[in-house]
T-cell receptor, first 114, second 114 residues
Framework: KNQVEQSPQSLIILEGKNCTLQ??????????LRWYKQDTGRGPVSLTI?????NTKSNGRYTATLDADTKQSSLHITASQLSDSASYICVVRMLSGGYNKLIFGAGTRLAVHP | IAGITQAPTSQILAAGRRMTLRCTQDMRHNAMYWYRQDLGLGLRLIHY???????GKGEVPDGYSVSRANTDDFPLTLASAVPSQTSVYFCASSGDESSYNEQFFGPGTRLTVL
């Protein structure tokens, strides 16, 4: 079954600290993986996209990694800010299969406290 | 700039009533989608449209219908609402269905069916 599992479900950190969110997937065939940020009461916004051949990609203080062999991805947030408080969703796209192509994880809810 | 707008922002509805959720995008995107987001679950695709005049069923289409009369609008209709349709509904769009095109999400409609 094509699944995307994220951990932890929720996380609380202090402002200025780093954190890493995990995403494991069993989606096949794999096309790409996106990390989205979803602020409370808003729609998800893309942070980064990873393809099969990419291991690391950064977007400011966000760094995503991908290990296609173990089917794992991580999102590392450096020097967290209060505005990083949000849900982070891992989304894997299948290479084929009609329009049911995106498999969404349930998200990790991050709270950054002062 | 608006991107994607959804209306209403929230709605409380009696079971058995008919309801249409509106979605409009101004990016001239060909593809549009409707998702529902439930606590503890990833977003699930309800219906999609890859171009004006065509629609297709997603993962959870039962109880919902859509139409795509033009490029900009993609309304979602609940013909006879049931409590299990209580959810947050997100409309999204992308330039086309190519693998690397980002889906842009609207702000969501929170629907409660009593």
């Amino acid at each position: 079954k094509n699944q995307v599992e994220q951990s932890p479900q929720s996380l609380i950190i202090l402002e200025g600290k780093n954190c890493t969110l995990q995403c494991n997937y069993t989606v096949s065939p794999f096309s790409n993986l996106r990390w989205y940020k979803q602020d409370t009461g808003r729609g998800p916004v893309s942070l980064t996209i990873m393809t099969f051949s990419e291991n690391t990609k950064s977007n400011g203080r966000y760094t995503a990694t991908l290990d296609a062999d173990t089917k794992q991805s991580s999102l590392h947030i450096t020097a967290s800010q209060l505005s990083d408080s949000a849900s982070y969703i891992c989304v894997v796209r299948m290479l084929s299969g009609g329009y049911n192509k995106l498999i969404f994880g349930a998200g990790t809810r991050l709270a950054v406290h002062p | 700039i608006a991107g994607i707008t959804q209306a209403p922002t929230s709605q409380i509805l009696a079971a058995g009533r008919r309801m249409t959720l509106r979605c409009t995008q101004d990016m001239r995107h060909n593809a549009m989608y409707w998702y529902r987001q439930d606590l503890g679950l990833g977003l699930r695709l309800i219906h999609y449209s890859n171009t004006a005049g065509t629609t297709g069923k997603g993962e959870v289409p039962d109880g919902y219908s859509v139409s795509r009369a033009n490029t900009d609008d993609f309304p979602l209709t609940l013909a006879s609402a049931v409590p299990s349709q209580t959810s947050v509904y997100f409309c999204a769009s992308s330039g086309d269905e190519s693998s690397y095109n980002e889906q842009f999400f609207g702000p969501g409609t929170r629907l409660t069916v009593l």
